[in-house]
Structure formats: structure tokens, C-alpha cells
């Protein structure tokens, strides 16, 4: 960096931790560029804004900066100054026996690349000053990350002699880093021996032999990684070749393996295509067969339907010859009841006979009337002997036939499966009633 530059006055100046209004008045008079402050305690930071409201270069922001976001408590001690978003070590302590807390505010806190981002761009040469206890090493790494480290100019550090603060650095821990980043010290104010202040300014030279190192030990890196990788790619080509060999030889295995099970699939297929074709053939003599039991079946079906139709056609005729049989032994009773009738008449007359016999007197008189009804009432008795003879026979060939019908369908009944019937019973069945008819025809033409 030219002197003249490092000489000539700031063109900004960011102050992290600014101090009281009174000492900041002239400073900020004092700076011809921009100014930024920022204040961790929002009342104070409102006092700041009107303050300066007249200046336009000005800017306020109202945060406390440490590593991590989010918010913190800011507290403040008795002693002038002394202020910390961190709790105090035993070690402060001991430095101040009195030390007692004077307030505590709950305020937001931003990292050092979101500030960065709300300050923007700044004019050079750019100032920093940090007066933040306990996060020192915090913001100045987050700077370092941030890349903006590099565009300060100089740097006033107010840091404790010893970790006064959970979490801070000591003096010479940040004199070292600071050296090893690439910043060099040029001032040293031991005003207060337990509380120095610190000025660092860029060492081009250092920040770019640190730049050049850091290349090298990547370039370095990078060879070293390279020729291991080379290393494991001999050693992976070697096992690809001796995988190759394995996989030659285990291919040829497998061809042989595979020539030989195809020649046995091929076998097999010719067996099983040989014994595809008997099971076709058996296949169609089945469905021959079972064509021929269907057609059988549903004859046997036919034949087991007509005998069905013929027994309940000669069960019709028997019940109408059971019919006829009972009206015929009906006829049989009322003319016996008529035999009978005649009969009690017969008697009566032969005993009025016997009377008139006694009563000649009387028999006289009627005599020719009495042998003349006797006469004729000897006629009847031969007449209803006679048809009463002939209804005996009807009756007794009607028995007959009934009887042959039973015992035939008896006969059909213990044969259901057999639809075979007899020539011969048909005729017979067929006869009964005609003799019936015919007998009974008779019946009716006698008086």
C-alpha cells in the first residue's frame, strides 16, 4: 500500500461499538466520508440518528454482531464503557472486584457478512473500528469469510489482555491471527495496560505471500491427490484385468455349461414335443368318445322319456279301468238289491199263495188274476237269474284282467331303467275294456 494512501484520511469509517455521544461528536466531525455506527443499545441508537440527522453520510444501525444470529443480552457494568453481549469471566471479575451489572437489554444480533451486506460498498481507504467485548475473533473471522476483510484499509482493535469475556481471546491470540491473515500491527496503545488498543493495517505483501502459499499447498494437494489417484487407478486397471481374466475364463465355463443345457433343452423339447402330439391324439379319441356317451346318453334320455310317457299312459288306463270295475260292481249291487227285492216279493206272493189257498172263498174269485201275476213273476225271476249269471262272469273276467294290469305294471315299476314294454301286455290292457264295454253294452240292452 503507498504511504500517501495509508497517510491520507479515511474515506469511511464503520465503528462496531462506537463510544459515549460526547467522544463521538468529534470524531464524527472530524471524518470527511461515510460513517457507519453500529449500535448494539436501540435507545442510544436513536440518539445517535438524531444526532447526526444533519448529517446525510451517517448511518445507524441498530444491531450487536457476534457469530450466530438471532438475539442476545446486552449488559452493562459499573465501570465506564464496559459493555458485552457475553457473560464475564472469572478473570474479569478478578481484574475489577467491584464489578457489578447495571442493565440488561434483550437486542437483535446480525452476523458480520449481514452487515456487510446491509452496509454495501465504501469508499477506500475504509477504517474499521471494533469495540465489541468478547466478540472480537468472532467478527473478525465472519469478516474474513465474508471476503471483505481484505477491502479495510486498517483496523483499530480495543481487546482485554486476558479472556475477560465466554467465548473472547486474549490479546496475543488475536495479534497472532491477525498476523497469520495477513495483517500487520502498526500501533499499540497500552494507555490502559488491561484494555489495549490495537492498529492494523494491510500487509499486501504478507496477504499475498499467504495467498501464494495457500496456493501452493492446494497445488501441492492437488498433485499429491492426483498421483494417489493415478496409484489407485493402476491398481483399479490391474483388478479390472485380473476381473477380466476371471470373467474370460468364468464366460467360458458358462458357454460350455450353456451348450451343453441347451443341447438337454432341446432333448426335452423333442420329448415333450412327441408327448404333446399322443396328447393331442388322445385328446380328440376322447372327445370322440365323449361325443359317442353324449348321443347315448341323450338316447337313453329319449327311451327313458317315452317309457316314462307310456307307464303314465297305461296308469291312465288302469285307473280308468279301476273306474268301470267299481261302476260295474256298482251296477252288480243295485241288481242284486233288485234280486233281492224280487225275492221277499216271491216269498211274500207264495205266502199270500198259501193264504189264498186257505181262503178258498177268495182264491176263487182271483184265482185266474194270481196265476197269471205268478206267471209273469216266474218270467222276471228267470230273466234276473239269467242276467244276474252273466254279470258273475263279467265280473269275473274284469277281475281277471285288472289283475294281469297290476301285476304288469308292478313289473314296469321294478324296471325303470329298461324302457322294453311287452307286446303282449298292450293288447291285453287294450282288451278289458272292450269285453268290459261289450259286456256291459249287453247288460244294458236286457230289461
Do not use: Y
Not at 37 to 62: C, G, H
Not at 109 to 114: K, L
Not at 223 to 247: D, H, K, N, S, V
Not at 348 to 375: F, N, P, T, Y
Amino acid at each position: 500500500m503507498p504511504q500517501a494512501f495509508r497517510d491520507a484520511p479515511p474515506a469511511s469509517l464503520v465503528l462496531i461499538g462506537p463510544p459515549p455521544l460526547e467522544a463521538l461528536a468529534p470524531l464524527i466531525a472530524a471524518a470527511p466520508g461515510a460513517v457507519v455506527l453500529v449500535e448494539p443499545n436501540p435507545d442510544l441508537a436513536v440518539r445517535m440518528e438524531r444526532q447526526f440527522a444533519s448529517r446525510e453520510s451517517v448511518k445507524v444501525l441498530p444491531f450487536g454482531i457476534d457469530a450466530a444470529p438471532g438475539h442476545a443480552d446486552l449488559s452493562s457494568f459499573n465501570f465506564p464503557g464496559l459493555r458485552s453481549l457475553r457473560r464475564p469471566t472469572p478473570a474479569l471479575r478478578a481484574l475489577l472486584p467491584g464489578l457489578q451489572l447495571r442493565s440488561s437489554l434483550h437486542v437483535e444480533v446480525i452476523t458480520p457478512a449481514e452487515l456487510i451486506a446491509r452496509i454495501g460498498p465504501l469508499p477506500r481507504p475504509q477504517h474499521l473500528w471494533i469495540d465489541a467485548p468478547g466478540a472480537e475473533m468472532a467478527i473478525l473471522q465472519g469478516l474474513l469469510e465474508a471476503g471483505a476483510l481484505e477491502r479495510i484499509d486498517r483496523i483499530r482493535l480495543r481487546c482485554p489482555a486476558e479472556e475477560m469475556f465466554e467465548g473472547g481471546s486474549s490479546v496475543a491470540n488475536l495479534r497472532n491471527w491477525a498476523e497469520a491473515e495477513g495483517l500487520r500491527m502498526i500501533a499499540e496503545d497500552l494507555h490502559d495496560p488491561d484494555w489495549p488498543e490495537l492498529t492494523f493495517e494491510i500487509d499486501v505483501v504478507a496477504q499475498q505471500l499467504r495467498k501464494t502459499r495457500e496456493e501452493l499447498d492446494r497445488q501441492v494437494a492437488r498433485a499429491e491427490a492426483l498421483e494417489a489417484q493415478g496409484a489407485e487407478q493402476a491398481r483399479q486397471c490391474e483388478r479390472l484385468e485380473a476381473q477380466r481374466a476371471a470373467i474370460e475364463a468364468e464366460a467360458g465355463a458358462a458357454q460350455a455349461a450353456l451348450a451343453d443345457r441347451l443341447t438337454a433343452m432341446e432333448a426335452r423339447a423333442q420329448s415333450a414335443e412327441t408327448a404333446l402330439k399322443r396328447s393331442e391324439i388322445r385328446v380328440k379319441t376322447l372327445e370322440v368318445e365323449r361325443s359317442a356317451q353324449a348321443q347315448a346318453r341323450e338316447a337313453a334320455q329319449q327311451a327313458l322319456n317315452g317309457s316314462k310317457a307310456e307307464t303314465a299312459t297305461l296308469r291312465e288306463a288302469l285307473t280308468a279301468m279301476e273306474t268301470r270295475a267299481k261302476t260295474a260292481e256298482s251296477i252288480l249291487s243295485q241288481r242284486a238289491t233288485r234280486m233281492e227285492d224280487a225275492e221277499a216279493a216271491q216269498k211274500r206272493m207264495a205266502e199270500k199263495l198259501e193264504q189264498k189257498d186257505l181262503d178258498l172263498g177268495v182264491a176263487m174269485r182271483s184265482q185266474a188274476a194270481a196265476q197269471s201275476d205268478l206267471l209273469d213273476l216266474r218270467g222276471r225271476f228267470e230273466a234276473l237269474q239269467t242276467e244276474k249269471q252273466t254279470l258273475d262272469a263279467l265280473l269275473r273276467r274284469v277281475t281277471s284282467r285288472l289283475s294281469a294290469a297290476s301285476d304288469h305294471l308292478h313289473m314296469l315299476a321294478a324296471m325303470p331303467t329298461e324302457p322294453t314294454p311287452s307286446d303282449s301286455a298292450a293288447p291285453a290292457i287294450d282288451a278289458v275294456p272292450t269285453e268290459a264295454r261289450t259286456a256291459e253294452g249287453k247288460g244294458e240292452d236286457r230289461p
